[in-house]
């Protein structure tokens, strides 16, 4: 089954603590990326990726890493997560512009 | 600086009415336009427009472009409780710009009383 799967789906944690959320696709796309969704802003665009070690900046990257080793897994790194990353998070596998939206992640960052 | 706006924000119906959600853009020759449906989780595909004029169905939903004006509608016809959700608009850039990149409206919230 085609799928993008993200994991954590919950996460709360402390300011300043690093943390992983990862992204894994089995469909063999070559664009990935990560969105956020707040109330009033819709879905915003973190980072993007087209390919293997290609990532590049989407439209709210400040605070955000990401990393394209290998094709199938796009992980979103916050390094110093703050309160203002308190959001709801996507990870998307595209092609043929048709995105696959994996489950999403809710971080609370306190 | 493209733009996607869609309307209302919100929108409370109750059973049977049928609803019709806008999407307008600001975003010259653009490739695709695409309409998602957001429930408690993930958004998924509903349909993807790229010509004008040209009505596309699935069931209860129908969608329409309009290149000129540049907008689109999604209407649901015979609403039920279960298309109460987020419904979401997305264009897709021209060439030239990061392939595959959209650029997604805030939103419709859609609730449909029994």
């Known amino acids: 089954e085609a799928q993008v799967t993200q994991n954590p789906r919950y996460l709360i944690t402390v300011t300043g603590k690093k943390l992983t959320v990862t992204c894994s696709q089995n469909?063999?796309?070559?664009?990935m990326s990560w969105y956020r969704q707040d109330p009033g802003l819709g879905l915003r665009q973190i980072y993007y990726?087209?390919?293997?070690?290609?990532?590049d900046k989407g439209d709210v990257p400040e605070g955000y890493k990401v990393s394209r080793k290998e094709k199938r897994n796009f992980p979103l790194i916050l390094e110093s997560p703050s309160p203002n990353q308190t959001s709801l998070y996507f990870c998307?596998?595209?092609?043929?512009?048709?995105?696959?939206f994996g489950q999403g992640t809710r971080l609370t960052v306190v | 600086e493209d733009k996607v706006v869609q309307s209302p924000l919100s929108l409370v119906v109750h059973e049977g009415d049928t609803v019709t959600l806008n999407c307008s853009y600001e975003?010259?020759?653009?490739?695709?336009l695409l309409w998602y449906k957001q429930e408690k989780k993930a958004p998924t595909f509903l349909f993807m427009l790229?010509?004008?004029?040209i009505e596309k169905k699935s069931g209860r939903l129908s969608s329409i472009l309009d290149k000129k004006e540049l907008f689109s509608i999604l209407n649901i016809t015979a609403t039920q409780t279960g298309d109460s959700a987020i419904y979401l608009c997305?264009?897709?850039?021209?060439?030239?710009?990061?392939?595959?990149?959209?650029?997604f409206g805030t939103g419709t919230l859609l609730a449909v009383q029994p």
């Open positions: 790229t010509s004008s004029g």
């Open positions: 990726s087209m390919n293997v070690e290609v990532t």
């Open positions: 998307a596998s595209m092609e043929n512009t048709e995105a696959f």
């Open positions: 997305a264009v897709e850039p021209p060439h030239g710009g990061a392939t595959n990149k959209l650029i």
């Open positions: 975003v010259t020759n653009f490739r695709s």
């Open positions: 469909m063999n796309h070559e664009y």
